[in-house]
């Protein structure tokens, strides 16, 4: 319900699991106490074996600005590095300019612009 998206989507449990998150053992999670307040992923490039993609990096609003999503893209990274990778992209969607700069800040370089857009069936 808070991601950054330019409309409301709703995901059940077992979609997170097998669309979005699809490893357990690349999924890294922040917890404050008994809580999940973050998480990130890594998803192998079934085409490229030397990269991955960067999943959804995603922190709990209340907690945002606190350096959670630094934290887990830097392990995210640093786990890319032990297995031996030697590409790991992302992307991130219009509207959060925040996690753009992260990005930016832990050395991703904006390489292609997509626009999407959306206009109801038949067009005029």
Sequence with gaps: M???VD??????EEEWWSSWIT???WAFVAVAGEELVGMAGLLDD???PERAENLLTAVRR???GRGIARALKRHTLRCAAD????????WTQTGNEAMQQLNRSLGYVDRDVIVNVRAPLPLG
């Design 2 to 4: 808070d991601f950054a």
């Design 46 to 48: 079934e085409d490229h």
């Design 7 to 12: 409309r409301p989507i709703a995901i059940t």
């Design 83 to 90: 297995r031996g990778l030697t590409e790991v992209y992302t």
């Design 23 to 25: 490893s357990d053992e």
């Design 62 to 64: 209340d907690l945002r």
